[in-house]
Structure formats: C-alpha cells, structure tokens
C-alpha cells in the first residue's frame, strides 16, 4: 500500500496499533488501520439424483480442470445468495434447498471457502461465461486428478463419504 486509502497520504508503515497484537498498516497522518483479511470465497455442490454437477472451467487459475461452482463473495451479499450466484452464472442452472456442507481454508492464499449443497432444481444447467463445459458425475465418474483446487476435492470426498454413512454433516479443512 502506497497511500492511506482514508487521507490519501503516503505515510503508511508497519506496526502494531495500540490494543492490537499484530502487524497492520497504519497510516502515520490520521492513524487509520488497514486490515488485510482473508476473501470469502462461495460455492454450492449441485445434487441431481444420484450425481453431482461440475464446471470445467474457463479461466485461469486452474483453466480447463473441473470443479464445484465457487467464486468470490460479493459485498452486501449473503454466503448463501453467493452460492445461488456462482452456480447460475457458471452453470445456468437453479440450486434450492442449499445446506452448509463444508468450510475449507487456504492458510496461504488468504482465502476461505464457504461451500455448501443443494438440489438443482429440474436437472437443468447449462454453460456459464467462465465454464467451458458442465457436467453431472457420479462417484465412478469423478475426474479426481482433474479437479481445480483442494477446497472442490474436500467437497466431494466428504459428500460421497456422507452419502455412503447416511449421516450428513458439516467438514471443516484447511491447508
């Protein structure tokens, strides 16, 4: 950070505020604090019957791999209307229903994804913008070494794992 996003001078140094016990930004003109906090990211596991919905997607990072339609959390939007979002744009698709399914956290990225299931409603989907392809699974299908990111791993391995108990619950992961 160059300049205090408050005040706009360019007096931003490191230090631990007075009550804080962490390093932040704080700007020495009008003593703001800039924290830098993880992103949420949202995402929902699409069920229909007895498979589940993913999206190969079409940018990068990861393009081309398959995975849990997720995005960025937008501000002033609930983790559940982000979810819904994510699966209509990159799947032209309607999920309702939705339950928490699991919490995963990239300790390094800074990122922290909020994913959870839902019913598509009808069975239909389509090709969002940022997917090259959508696709129902079932487990025998799954392309496990063709999946994007660890966060859409997790949330297969656990759905499967839940469905064969018959006991749902809510996984909480991390890396």
């Known amino acids: 950070m160059n300049y205090c996003s408050n005040c706009g001078s360019p007096q931003i140094s490191w230090r631990v505020p007075p009550g804080d016990n962490r390093l932040r930004q704080v700007c020495g003109?009008?003593?703001?604090?800039?924290?830098?906090?993880?992103?949420i990211i949202a995402g929902c596991l699409p069920m229909w019957e007895d498979?589940?919905?993913?999206?190969r997607r079409a940018i990068e990072p990861r393009q081309g791999l398959w995975n849990v339609p997720?995005?960025?959390?937008e501000i002033g939007?609930?983790?559940?209307?982000?979810?819904?979002?994510?699966?209509?744009?990159e799947a032209e698709a309607q999920v309702h229903q939705l339950r928490l399914h699991t919490i995963f956290t990239f300790t390094n990225f800074h990122h922290v994804y909020i994913q959870f299931l839902g019913e598509?409603?009808?069975?239909?989907?389509?090709?969002?913008?940022e997917t090259l392809e959508s696709r129902l699974f079932s487990e025998e299908e799954i392309p496990w070494d063709e999946?994007?990111?660890a966060s859409s791993v997790f949330a297969l391995q656990r759905f499967f794992e839940d469905?064969?108990?018959?006991?749902?619950?809510?996984?909480?992961?991390s890396i």
């Open 70 to 73: 997720a995005g960025f959390l």
């Open 51 to 55: 498979k589940v919905l993913l999206c």
């Open 77 to 89: 939007e609930s983790v559940e209307a982000g979810a819904i979002r994510e699966v209509q744009e």
């Open 120 to 129: 598509l409603v009808d069975g239909q989907f389509g090709v969002g913008e």
């Open 29 to 39: 003109a009008c003593g703001t604090v800039h924290y830098h906090n993880p992103k």
């Open 163 to 173: 469905r064969k108990s018959g006991v749902p619950q809510v996984h909480v992961g």
């Open 147 to 149: 999946i994007a990111f």
